[in-house]
């Protein structure tokens, strides 16, 4: 079967489409980042904090305050799960269609029978 970049991560990295919505460009930074904290792969907006901080709170997309840890900050290690109601509320914030995020949901779903 042909991999979409709807498809869930097989590991690593999060989506394919998220990943490129949320590099930095310019030098400028990004709406939202990607943050490794308390076992997952989570999303904050960078509006509200930024950046994050080992130790400290923070607050992520799927309503969660989490706590980054040193690991958390290592390049390459971010081998935690991606946080799937990160995961949906970045791509709806970004302005994927309701069918679009089903799609990622349902083979999310798939992948991870
Ligand atoms: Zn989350």
Known sequence: MTRSRLDP???GLPPF???QMTLP????VQRY???QADGKRHVYDTNDQYPA??????????G??????????????????TCRACAVELASVLGWSEDEIAQMVARWDEATK
Do not use: I, N
Request: proline residues 10%; positive net charge; hydrophobic residues 40%.
């Open 17 to 19: 489409k998220l990943v």
């Open 9 to 11: 991560p097989l590991s």
């Open 53 to 62: 901080r080992v130790g400290q709170p923070l607050t992520v997309l799927c």
């Open 25 to 28: 460009v310019g030098g400028t």
């Open 64 to 81: 969660d305050t989490v706590t980054v840890r040193v690991k958390d900050m290592q390049p390459g290690m971010w081998l935690d799960p």
């Open 33 to 35: 980042l990607w943050q």
